[in-house]
């Protein structure tokens, strides 16, 4: 199947997983949250969710707000320091998102997750059907990582390879990776003006696995080679992908219509594909 026909399928989808890093949410010169895109987020999903679509965000920065609200300067290291900032953060990013969410009427609903939320069967299946109930109460649910109690044993560690997690888990139909990066690249575009855009991938092996570099952000976690992670566990899973750039959150709509943005990845279901399968295991 070529992308075009790939993208027009797009607007067939029913369950929609959308991820916003730190980087779409906040002003790079100052840190603080960019309360336009974060509003126009928030549009787009509820316009996505009154075309009838299942809707789920998972939205990182609560470490990043948490980090503002007191005034901290560098960015923390120290897990302690970490933890308390989310748990600061996390509260804050719900209360906005709430606010928003409710001037268009919508139900927002928070969901936590660490690494134990899936490798323990009895809490992947609480999970897996939190959601369902959720989705069929026609909530919205955000979702983000436990970061407030998940220490390095547990901790997926970035939000990329979350949203994949979360379409494996819900069986999502696509999975929208919105990042400061218009898609995938032959080399990093920041370094190499050779840089080549990649439209389309029809199946993530060991050639695009190799095209992932590091972060380059000073505010979020994921870097190229962790979207490429995800793009490997949610087509395996059968999701289809995009990442695409969030700057203007109104791609999220011209994606769902089968506009030509960001670096498409087709879904490859895997026979027996097995979540757990997919975790790398403790880096620390
Ligand atoms: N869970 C982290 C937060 O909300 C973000 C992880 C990431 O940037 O991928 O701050």
């Known amino acids: 199947m070529d992308s075009t026909t790939l993208r027009e399928n797009f607007k067939d989808k029913k369950?929609?997983?959308?991820?916003?890093?730190?980087?779409?949410?906040?002003?790079?010169?100052?840190?603080?949250?960019?309360?336009?895109?974060?509003?126009?987020?928030?549009?787009?999903?509820?316009?996505?969710?009154?075309?009838?679509?299942?809707?789920?965000?998972?939205?990182?920065?609560?470490?990043?707000?948490?980090?503002?609200?007191?005034?901290?300067k560098e960015r923390p290291t120290r897990l302690s320091t970490k933890q308390a900032c989310a748990s600061i953060g996390q509260a804050r990013l719900m209360m906005m998102y709430q606010k928003l969410f409710m001037e268009y009427n919508q139900v927002a609903a928070q969901i936590l997750m660490t690494k134990n939320t899936l490798v323990n069967g009895e809490n992947r299946m609480n999970a897996r059907n939190t959601f369902e109930m959720l989705l069929t109460m026609g909530a919205i649910p955000i979702v983000n990582e436990n970061d407030t109690i998940s220490t390095y044993e547990i901790q997926f560690g970035d939000n990329d390879t979350l949203s994949a997690v979360v379409a494996a888990l819900v069986q999502a139909d696509l999975l929208i990776l919105l990042s400061d990066i218009d898609g995938l690249f032959t080399?990093?575009?920041?370094?190499?003006?050779?840089?080549?855009?990649?439209?389309?991938?029809?199946?993530?092996?060991?050639?695009?696995?190799?095209m992932g570099k590091g972060s380059a952000s000073d505010v979020g976690t994921g870097g190229m080679s962790t979207k490429l992670k995800a793009a490997k566990l949610a087509t395996s899973a059968g999701a289809d992908m995009v990442i695409a750039n969030g700057a203007d959150m109104g791609i999220i709509h011209r994606i769902v219509d089968g506009q030509r943005a960001g670096t498409v990845f087709r879904a490859n279901r895997t026979e027996d594909f097995y979540l757990i399968d997919y975790l790398d295991e403790p880096t620390a």
């Not at 928030?42 to 009838?52: K, S």
């Not at 575009?189 to 029809?202: D, G, L, M, R, S």
């Open 187 to 210: 080399d990093d575009p920041n370094k190499n003006p050779q840089a080549q855009f990649i439209e389309y991938v029809e199946h993530v092996d060991r050639h695009f696995e190799k």
């Open 15 to 72: 369950r929609i997983v959308v991820k916003v890093g730190t980087s779409s949410l906040t002003h790079p010169e100052t840190g603080l949250t960019d309360l336009i895109t974060m509003e126009k987020l928030v549009r787009e999903l509820t316009d996505l969710h009154n075309r009838g679509k299942e809707v789920i965000l998972v939205s990182s920065g609560a470490i990043a707000v948490g980090r503002k609200t007191i005034g901290m």
